[in-house]
């Protein structure tokens, strides 16, 4: 383990009749050390735990054979967010007429302040229902940001639905649009 080095210096003495005293070195040696970092790397390696994945907690309602028994909401409540391509979110609030007139674009920035504003309005907040349609061209990023929101809004009822064919033909419509506005 440790040793003491008792070797004459190797020196000469300077002057004459004077006795120097010898040097004593010590060497420590090492090898334990390296053991012992092993078994403490062992040790924290062992009793760490790994990082648990992080999700989000939903609670999802019990299906219902019959029709009476569905959760059901108040038009006046429901606001249906569609998730387009290149990060485009499309919405409206209640149900879609056939001019659709109540059919706006936003982003992910904006969609907050909608989902406020929304929120704000509606009376009894038991009514207040999102709709959550992702199209085909959306990424999953997208429907993990729009989740996020629901979450930072606090909106305890939402719903991730199937978009239909004429929300789809109206996402592409007003996507198209925004792109040859974009290149003029």
Do not use: W
């Not at 992080?54 to 309602?61: F, V």
């Not at 904006?110 to 009894?124: A, P, Y």
């Not at 038991?126 to 990023?141: A, G, H, M, N, W």
């Not at 305890?156 to 789809?168: G, K, M, N, S």
């Amino acid at each position: 383990m440790a040793e003491m080095d008792t070797s004459g210096g190797g020196g000469h003495k300077k002057g004459p009749g004077v006795k120097k005293g010898k040097k004593l070195s010590t060497r420590v040696d090492l090898t334990p050390m390296v053991d012992l970092g092993f078994l403490l790397i062992t040790f924290f390696i062992f009793t760490t735990t790994m990082s648990q994945a992080t999700a989000m907690k939903l609670i999802l309602p019990k299906d219902a054979d019959n029709e009476k028994d569905q959760n059901k909401a108040k038009q006046s409540g429901v606001i249906t967010i569609l998730l387009g391509r290149d990060n485009n979110v499309f919405y409206y609030e209640g149900e879609l007429d056939n001019t659709a007139s109540n059919f706006k674009s936003s982003n992910f920035h904006d969609i907050r302040q909608v989902l406020i504003d929304k929120k704000s309005r509606v009376k009894d907040i038991k009514d207040f229902v999102v709709i959550l349609k992702p199209s085909e061209e959306c990424t999953y990023r997208n429907v993990v940001d729009i989740l996020d929101e629901m979450t930072i809004n606090v909106c305890t009822r939402y719903a991730l639905v199937d978009i239909t064919d004429i929300e789809t033909q109206l996402v592409k419509k007003s996507e198209d649009m925004a792109a040859a506005t974009a290149t003029k």
